[in-house]
């Protein structure tokens, strides 16, 4: 174990690898130097991976020519996105719903309408079984009024993210989805009935259930606190921060959610991986 490395946890048992984004494999669209290495170790010792994003704006298949792009080709059972964590959880808990009012994006509409689910219009006649509301790039007024109606009738409403703001290095403020759902709540005094994305655990159960693992064969990696760590301690998971992205180690100090092991980037998680086995 690296010098710079903390942890707690036994890391022998894990099976599997959750891994955020950005911050954590690239910053930006810049792929870390150690990721393909410890991607390649993690395949050698038989150690499992996902890719988890929180933003439903981008379908699956977007996600995997992104990271085809910068090197790094992987399969759909490596990704996992909270509109597909949202989807999950629809199918598993409301298997009655069929006909969905989509906030989203062409993408995301794709995404739910490929899982099964059909795309209601802004009718008031159309009346949607549940209200999706998500990071919206292609809001229009008319579409968030007709989510703010359905919501006020008391129809089941669910957000896919919390975030307020998707991240960007352009001169702008990119409103995420729980500023759209701030902008419902206040037309109608109503929030989600459910929020999904991370720190909500469905964004780790959903792979628990698709690769038969146990929350103790399982690690949730990332470089946000409030987000991935916390996730992970709503999961059961081993919690790891990496301080290649926002959080730094005085952020891990003073915080009341703890992660389970703290290194510096994935390359010393990785030794400490497979120096376990």
């Not at 792009?69 to 069929?98: C, M, V």
Request: hydrophobic share 40%; aromatic share 8%.
């Amino acid at each position: 174990m690296t010098a710079s490395a903390t942890t707690t946890a036994d890391t022998s048992r894990i099976r599997h690898v959750v891994l955020d984004m950005d911050g954590t494999i690239y910053k930006g669209g810049t792929l870390f130097p150690w990721t393909k290495p410890f991607l390649d170790s993690l395949t050698q010792h038989g150690i499992g991976y996902t890719f988890l994003t929180n933003n439903p704006s981008k379908s699956s298949a977007d996600y995997l020519a992104h990271l085809e792009r910068i090197g790094i080709p992987s399969a759909p059972e490596q990704l996992y996105t909270s509109a597909q964590a949202t989807i999950d959880w629809l199918k598993a808990n409301h298997p009655e719903f069929r006909r969905l009012f989509l906030l989203g994006t062409p993408s995301m509409i794709g995404e739910f309408t490929k899982a099964g689910y059909e795309s209601a219009n802004d009718d008031p006649a159309d009346i949607p079984d549940a209200v999706i509301a998500a990071f919206d790039m292609s809001l229009t007024y008319a579409r968030l009024c007709r989510a703010s109606w359905w919501a006020s009738q008391g129809r089941p409403y669910f957000a896919t993210n919390p975030d307020r703001i998707c991240p960007t290095d352009q001169p702008t403020v990119l409103v995420d989805c729980a500023a759209i759902c701030a902008a419902i709540q206040s037309a109608t005094g109503r929030a989600p009935d459910r929020v999904f994305g991370k720190p909500d655990p469905s964004m780790v159960t959903g792979i628990l259930q698709r690769h038969n693992l146990r929350p103790e064969e399982v690690a949730m990696v990332g470089d946000r606190i409030y987000t991935d760590i916390a996730m992970a301690q709503n999961a059961g998971v081993t919690g790891v921060l990496v301080l290649s992205g926002e959080a730094t180690r005085q952020d891990a100090e003073a915080s009341s959610v703890k992660a389970d092991i703290i290194v510096e980037n994935l390359a010393g998680l990785g030794e400490m991986l497979i120096g376990s086995r």
